[in-house]
Each structure stands twice: as C-alpha cells, then as structure tokens.
C-alpha cells in the first residue's frame, strides 16, 4: 500500500512539475506578441486624432508622431505592430557635377545650398509578431525623407533602402509624396513608383513638385521583411538613400546591395546612411 502511495505520490509530482514547464513556456513565448497592437481596422478612414493615440500605443512618442506624413501615420496603423526603432540618419554627402565629376567641398555647399539645404531622412521600425509556425519575425520598415522647403530643382529623385543578408522581403511595397502649402495643409499625395525589387534592397522614384520656396514636401517607402526567430537579439541595420538631381536630362542608377544602397550618374546630390535596430 505504501509503494502504491509513493508511486502515485510521484506521478502527481511528476505531473505538476511538466505542468509548470508548460506554463512557463507558453508564457515566455507569447511575451512579446502580447505588446504588438492589433491594427486599426478604420485606419484609411478615421480622423487623425484617433490615428495619433493609436500610434501612441503602439510606442510612438509625440514628437516622432507630429512629424510623421498622415498617409504613413495610416500604413503603420493598418498592420499589427509595436515600434521597435526610430532614428534620423546620420548622412554621408556626395555630389557629381554634369561631366560625372565629384564636385568639391565649396561647390558642393553651393549644390546643397541650393538643393534647399537638403532633406531630412529618417528611418522606423515595427514589429508586427511571428509567422510560419512562430519561425518568422515579422517587420515593416520605413525610410522616410523631409524638405523643411521645396528644393530649387524639381525633377525624379530616388529613395532607396537596402538589408542585411539574414532579412527576407515579402509582399508589395509602396510608399508615397506629399506636399504642404505653406499653412502646412496637404495639397497633394502622389504614389511612388516602385523601381527597383531586388532581394538585398528596394528603390522608390520620388516625383518633386514645384511648389513653390517655402513649401513642405515629405514621403516615404515601405518594405516588409522576415527574419528567422534563431535571429531574435542580434543587432540588424538598415541602409538608406535618397539621390536629389540637380541637372535635368540626366538619369540616376541605384546600387542594391546587403546593407548597402548607391547611387549612379551625373548632376546629383546623393544622400545615404543607415539605422539600426535588434530583432
């Protein structure tokens, strides 16, 4: 009779112990999930005001948000996500006159002079949880570029990004160019043309508006991307690009490489950098 207890005695031990296993990991591995917010399901509809405290919740602070296009406020919003980065990118700048020559220090302030002073770019972030049986880490990430006034030049520029080799693209990505009057109000939102897919980066044709010295013109570019969970930790960075002409008739390549975007061609003003984030 004793064996007996102490056989049952050990089962319900035995029992109880892989329960707590279990729980405990059942708890670990939904730790993350449980802070990405479920998108908002009147996103392309709903005032700004609603946008703007959704992006709160999904980590996006005040400042980051006033400065936000309302059409990327809306992207972002239409996913699953919490936000995982956000920086200004720290920009390397490079010019080539029309003969395709790098042009010097003086002559190329003159060129960013006038270009406007140049954009602004920055990059974002946004977990968005896990995909093919928990394997995937999902991310959508933004390169973003802004000019406090319009440029003096207005013909195509390019937006670029670029990942590092354990990132996998998927679905379509789109992006968008918006320009502002001079109270700030949106008087235009043009699509940016896709023109370049390639698995280590994707490239945007921006179409600049002549709208005038004062004006705002700011946009985007969106690319999802998978990365393996065994990846979760481990720092990753994102190159960025934006390639501003300066000459008409002449036209832009962009380089795509893992962690890497450059720009081709003559009379331009090229813009490029990076951001980081751990997966």
Request: net charge neutral.
């Amino acid at each position: 009779m004793l064996k007996k207890k102490t056989l049952v005695s050990g089962l319900l031990s035995l029992f109880m112990f892989f329960s707590l296993l279990t729980s405990v990991g059942a708890q670990a591995s939904n730790e993350v999930d449980e802070a990405v917010i479920p998108a908002l399901s009147d996103a392309f509809s709903a005032d700004e005001s609603t946008i703007n405290n959704h992006l709160e919740k999904m980590g996006f602070n005040s400042t980051e948000i006033f400065n936000l296009p309302i059409d990327m406020k809306r992207d972002i919003s239409s996913k699953d996500g919490k936000k995982v980065a956000s920086q200004d990118v720290d920009l390397t700048i490079n010019a080539t006159d029309e003969q395709g020559k790098s042009v010097n220090k003086q002559a190329l302030a003159e060129q960013v002079r006038a270009a406007a002073s140049g954009p602004t770019v920055s990059g974002y972030a946004v977990y968005g949880g896990t995909s093919n049986n928990g394997k995937e880490r999902i991310y959508q990430v933004y390169a973003t570029y802004k000019w406090s006034s319009s440029p003096f030049n207005f013909y195509t520029d390019n937006l670029a990004m670029a990942w590092q080799s354990n990132a996998t693209p998927t679905g379509s990505p789109n992006g968008q160019h918006t320009v502002y009057n001079t109270n700030g109000v949106k008087v235009g939102s043009y699509s940016s043309k896709v023109s370049k897919e390639e698995v280590s980066g994707t490239a945007w044709l921006v179409d600049i508006k002549a709208g005038g010295s004062y004006n705002v013109q700011d946009g985007w570019g969106r690319q999802e991307l998978r990365y393996p969970t065994s990846s979760q930790g481990i720092s990753t960075a994102i190159a960025v690009g934006y390639s501003h002409r300066t000459l008409p008739g002449f036209t832009t390549g962009v380089g795509l490489s893992f962690g890497y975007v450059s720009f081709t061609g003559t009379g331009k003003v090229d813009y490029t950098g990076r951001f980081n984030f751990t997966i």
